[in-house]
């Protein structure tokens, strides 16, 4: 049986994100590359420290669980193939074919061909231009290669741990959160601090191991209304500690308390949406299938309309926000239903293979 809260859980992070990116381009704490700060008051960068800490890190966590289902049901090589499909391709070739786009306009966003000479060739450009707009793909670039290392550590354990997980209780689901901080220190890349391969690496084996147990994710269900509680208390205990303060950058990134606020949201959802909200409906279906393709267009989206409504047009405050909100997911569902209508970018934009 189809896991409807996996899916519900994927497509309300990705609105979540969405929005996080919209409150993100005109922020007041990290500037570079963004429009920047269009209002007086800043209230709304909030919402940064409340969905930053956790949002990508449930992603992955699920990720490793669906790997798991998917792979009980198929070979290595076909996991490889269909990941190498739907990750490796769109954030590789569909980088260069359609991803320089989005370079352009984080490019003109952040000023960055003003530091260019007029005279530098197209050939030189194109690239710079295409490797600036891997923005979002990021995500299924480190999924992908994560995705190889299971097929590794698969053919090491040959499913050892797997028989030891489905024991674990609901105190150690909560004492995971040490070696979960642990991970987080380590792997970072030192510039693009989006690649957190440690902490992500470690929740995409844990999601694979631990979570994609029935037994597990049934603990979570019971215990979910602590959790929640829980997990808002240190929300705003995280937000207040931090506020103003780079949250995306060592140290607040993988402090302590960021951690722990992670750690026991993604718990406390797991369990909500396994309680509440394992069905599906008309929206939860549509979106289910169209949030893969509006995660992958809606910052193209975002971007060209805000860069547009800045630099062309008066409109400022919260007539900003809003407009440039709508503009990211009409945008990223347009954009989503157009390229994936057209058979050679649909498959190295979007990976879909052809049909048969």
Request: include cysteine; proline fraction near 4%; charge should be positive.
């Amino acid at each position: 049986m189809r896991k409807y809260y996996i899916d519900n859980i994927r497509w309300i992070t990705i609105v979540l994100v969405v929005i996080y990116h919209v409150i993100y381009m005109f922020n007041s704490v990290i500037t570079e590359g963004v429009i920047g700060p269009v209002t007086t008051v800043h209230w709304q960068d909030t919402i940064q420290y409340i969905f930053y800490p956790w949002f990508m890190v449930i992603l992955f966590l699920i990720s490793g669980m669906c790997a798991k289902y998917y792979l009980d049901n198929h070979s290595d090589k076909e996991f490889i193939r269909a990941r190498t499909r739907r990750l490796l391709v769109p954030s590789t070739i569909g980088v260069f074919v359609f991803g320089w786009i989005q370079g352009y306009f984080n490019m003109a966003i952040s000023g960055a061909f003003h530091n260019l000479p007029e005279t530098l060739p197209v050939f030189i450009l194109y690239p710079i231009m295409s490797v600036s707009g891997i923005g979002v793909l990021w995500t299924i670039q480190v999924m992908w290669i994560l995705s190889m290392i299971l097929v590794l550590i698969r053919k090491i354990e040959k499913g050892r741990l797997g028989s030891l997980c489905p024991k674990t209780n609901m105190a150690v689901l909560l004492l995971l959160g040490i070696p979960v901080w642990g991970a987080a220190q380590i792997l970072n890349t030192p510039v693009i601090c989006v690649y957190r391969f440690g902490i992500y690496g470690f929740c995409f084996l844990l999601g694979y191991y631990v979570f994609s147990h029935e037994e597990v994710t049934d603990r979570l269900k019971k215990y979910c209304i602590p959790l929640l509680i829980l997990a808002c208390i240190l929300a705003v205990v995280y937000a207040k500690t931090y506020y103003g303060q780079d949250y995306a950058h060592a140290p607040v990134v993988n402090c302590p308390l960021a951690i722990a606020y992670a750690w026991i949201t993604c718990l406390a959802l797991i369990g909500c949406a396994k309680r509440w909200y394992d069905r599906t409906d008309t929206v939860s279906s549509f979106m289910t299938r169209k949030c893969f393709g509006l995660y992958i267009f809606h910052y193209l989206a975002l971007s060209a309309a805000a860069y547009g409504l800045t630099r062309y047009t008066e409109i400022t405050g919260a007539a900003l926000y809003l407009l440039s909100a709508i503009a990211s997911f009409a945008g990223g569902f347009l954009l989503y239903e157009i390229i994936s209508r057209i058979p050679f970018l649909r498959w190295c934009v979007l990976g879909i293979k052809k049909e048969k």
